[in-house]
């Protein structure tokens, strides 16, 4: 029998439907062939996943392109479209059996608010309805319509903070190949459900842990194949914007249907319990002393959620402080990184610093040293998240203001893995307060350093949705007052003919 082929790649972004910036080509990450597969396998990513599970059965990965970027504003169009051709181009060459993506199934460019389904559906198009097509996505994805229709299976990471992103891409992996070896045909039951989860979304706590134990327990006692809870990412104005629960079955899917509205009944009533008020900034830095080590997420400005990156508000805190504590907070400023790389290292430099784009506080007017400036930097994450995965660092700068580093970047990053700093020169233990700028993903690779806690600041990223101008994703609950009763439907699926 000749050596199955999966075709892999695509584009993989999480858009933020209120942040001005768009995301251009130069926020990506670009890898192909083999590069693509040296790069990924052996890492905690959904690629490394699908190589992980194609290897293990004897299977080739074919990757035509893969776009990989940080959080932020949608994507600019011809940057998908590049993608969308580079993918298509290798669906109509052939020469492949089945079609494995590993995606986020959050992104939006500014024409179009599901271009994953678009992907999906184009290439649905080229390969007709038999060929397997499956896909690795983020939990925070926006699952429509159009994906449910031309993806045969649909994997989501089952963790939050994420954790399993190379499991979810075995997922997606071996279901592709099962479905060749006729072992496998996968029948959907599914539920949407019109609400956001706002902080209390963790799959470690509750409500979601329970429902995530149940989804699990019938998928290890066969009652079903896949079981996947998206919780959509809270600041995508798109129609149909809310959690979809969803289960396969093997052949039938009644099973599976059960489960979908088992879990749904359960997530709609525990609707108020997914909303959490997060402590104080003031209240949280108090906490910090030298020789101990504060990691703080900042809720209003999460990198990881599309935010900026630039908000002043905790640099504000940190001066007017007054106990002049080691730390280190980051800024997206690409003006200050220039002055500071044209000034050099050792050079003393005042400039004005963030609020170019959050403007909950102003810019900050500093002086301080150069103590680091430079063109790029790349490192490897340490993990547990994305470990073994590479980061680059575009152009950087730090300044030393007193005890204080800033982390001055030309593009913006969330800083979920404590590499970020280390690869400019900052070493996170040494700091009494460390700035990261996500809610809680980083708590998996920075909880070896101190005490990780998200506090509630204000800003693009904050969960006080009602202050956002949602328009087409209206209504959904806690915005809205919505009388709804979840149902749970069976999808009808194509019967695959090996």
Same mark, same amino acid.
């Given at each position: 029998?000749?050596?199955?082929? !999966? @075709?892999?790649? *695509?584009?993989?972004? %999480?858009?933020?439907?209120?942040? =001005?910036?768009?995301?251009?080509?130069?926020?990506?990450? !670009?890898?192909?062939?083999?590069?693509?597969?040296?790069?990924?396998? *052996?890492?905690?990513?959904?690629?490394?996943?699908?190589?992980?599970?194609?290897?293990?059965?004897?299977?080739?990965?074919?990757?035509? &392109?893969?776009?990989?970027?940080?959080?932020?504003?949608? /994507?600019? %169009?011809?940057?998908?479209?590049? $993608?969308?051709?580079?993918?298509?181009?290798?669906?109509?060459?052939?020469?492949?059996?089945?079609?494995?993506?590993?995606?986020?199934?959050?992104?939006? &460019?500014?024409?179009?608010?599901?271009?994953?389904?678009?992907?999906?559906?184009?290439?649905?198009?080229?390969?007709? =309805?038999?060929? =397997?097509?499956?896909?690795?996505?983020?939990?925070?994805?926006? $699952?429509?319509?159009?994906?449910?229709?031309?993806?045969?299976?649909?994997?989501?990471?089952?963790?939050?903070?994420?954790?399993?992103?190379?499991?979810?891409?075995?997922?997606?992996?071996?279901?592709?190949?099962?479905?060749?070896?006729?072992?496998?045909?996968?029948?959907?039951?599914?539920?949407?459900?019109?609400?956001?989860?706002?902080?209390?979304?963790?799959?470690?706590?509750?409500?979601?842990?329970?429902?995530?134990?149940?989804?699990?327990?019938?998928?290890?006692? *066969?009652?079903?194949?896949?079981?996947?809870?998206?919780?959509?990412?809270?600041?995508?104005?798109?129609?149909?914007?809310?959690?979809?629960?969803?289960?396969?079955?093997?052949?039938?899917?009644?099973?599976?249907?059960?489960? $979908?509205?088992?879990?749904?009944?359960?997530?709609?009533?525990?609707?108020?319990?997914?909303?959490?008020?997060?402590?104080?900034?003031?209240?949280?830095?108090?906490?910090?002393?030298?020789?101990?080590?504060?990691?703080?997420?900042?809720?209003?400005?999460?990198?990881?959620?599309?935010?900026?990156?630039?908000?002043?508000?905790?640099?504000?805190?940190?001066?007017?402080?007054?106990?002049? @504590?080691?730390? !280190?907070?980051?800024?997206?400023?690409?003006?200050? /990184?220039?002055?500071?790389?044209?000034?050099? $290292?050792?050079?003393?430099?005042?400039?004005?610093?963030?609020?170019?784009?959050?403007?909950?506080?102003?810019? /900050?007017?500093?002086?301080?040293?150069?103590?680091?400036?430079?063109?790029?930097?790349?490192?490897?994450? +340490?993990?547990?998240?994305?470990?073994?995965?590479?980061?680059?660092?575009?152009?950087?700068?730090?300044?030393?203001?007193?005890?204080?580093?800033?982390?001055?970047? +030309?593009?913006?990053?969330?800083?979920?893995?404590?590499?970020?700093?280390?690869?400019?020169?900052?070493?996170?233990?040494?700091?009494?307060?460390?700035?990261?700028?996500?809610?809680?993903?980083?708590?998996?690779?920075?909880?070896? !350093?101190?005490?990780?806690?998200?506090?509630?600041? =204000?800003?693009?990223?904050?969960?006080?949705?009602?202050?956002?101008?949602?328009?087409?994703?209206?209504?959904?609950?806690?915005?809205?007052?919505?009388?709804?009763?979840?149902?749970?439907?069976?999808?009808?699926?194509?019967?695959?003919?090996?």
């Amino acid at each position: 029998m000749a050596r199955r082929r !999966i @075709l892999a790649g *695509g584009i993989s972004q %999480e858009s933020h439907s209120f942040t =001005p910036v768009r995301t251009g080509r130069d926020s990506f990450t !670009i890898t192909t062939g083999t590069d693509a597969l040296a790069k990924a396998r *052996g890492t905690n990513s959904t690629l490394g996943g699908i190589i992980a599970a194609a290897e293990a059965a004897g299977a080739e990965v074919l990757v035509p &392109t893969l776009f990989r970027a940080q959080s932020g504003g949608p /994507v600019e %169009e011809g940057v998908f479209q590049e $993608v969308l051709g580079l993918m298509c181009e290798a669906a109509r060459r052939g020469d492949f059996d089945a079609i494995a993506l590993p995606l986020h199934g959050g992104m939006l &460019t500014p024409s179009l608010h599901d271009p994953e389904g678009v992907l999906i559906t184009a290439l649905r198009g080229i390969v007709g =309805p038999d060929m =397997p097509i499956t896909a690795a996505f983020d939990l925070h994805a926006h $699952v429509t319509p159009e994906i449910l229709r031309d993806c045969d299976l649909l994997a989501g990471y089952l963790t939050n903070p994420h954790a399993d992103q190379g499991a979810t891409g075995e997922r997606a992996g071996r279901a592709a190949l099962a479905m060749l070896e006729g072992r496998l045909t996968p029948v959907l039951a599914h539920a949407h459900l019109p609400m956001l989860t706002l902080g209390r979304d963790r799959t470690d706590e509750p409500p979601l842990i329970g429902l995530h134990a149940r989804a699990a327990a019938s998928v290890a006692s *066969g009652a079903v194949v896949d079981a996947s809870i998206f919780n959509a990412q809270q600041f995508l104005d798109v129609p149909g914007l809310g959690q979809v629960v969803m289960a396969y079955g093997n052949g039938e899917a009644e099973a599976a249907r059960a489960l $979908v509205q088992d879990l749904a009944e359960a997530l709609w009533a525990t609707r108020a319990e997914t909303i959490i008020r997060y402590p104080g900034l003031e209240e949280t830095l108090a906490r910090a002393t030298p020789g101990r080590t504060l990691i703080l997420g900042d809720q209003g400005d999460r990198v990881a959620a599309g935010a900026p990156g630039d908000s002043t508000v905790i640099l504000h805190a940190l001066l007017a402080d007054g106990r002049e @504590l080691p730390a !280190i907070l980051p800024l997206t400023d690409a003006e200050a /990184v220039a002055a500071c790389r044209a000034a050099g $290292v050792g050079a003393t430099v005042t400039l004005q610093a963030g609020g170019r784009i959050s403007t909950m506080m102003p810019p /900050v007017s500093v002086t301080g040293e150069v103590i680091a400036a430079a063109e790029g930097a790349a490192f490897t994450y +340490a993990g547990p998240a994305e470990a073994g995965q590479r980061a680059l660092i575009g152009p950087y700068a730090v300044l030393r203001v007193g005890k204080l580093n800033l982390a001055l970047t +030309a593009f913006p990053y969330s800083y979920l893995d404590p590499g970020y700093f280390r690869a400019m020169g900052l070493e996170p233990s040494d700091h009494a307060v460390v700035v990261v700028r996500s809610g809680y993903h980083f708590t998996l690779n920075f909880a070896a !350093i101190g005490a990780c806690v998200t506090v509630d600041t =204000p800003g693009l990223s904050s969960y006080r949705v009602a202050e956002m101008p949602f328009t087409v994703a209206r209504p959904f609950y806690p915005v809205d007052d919505i009388a709804f009763t979840p149902q749970a439907v069976i999808h009808a699926r194509r019967t695959f003919q090996g």
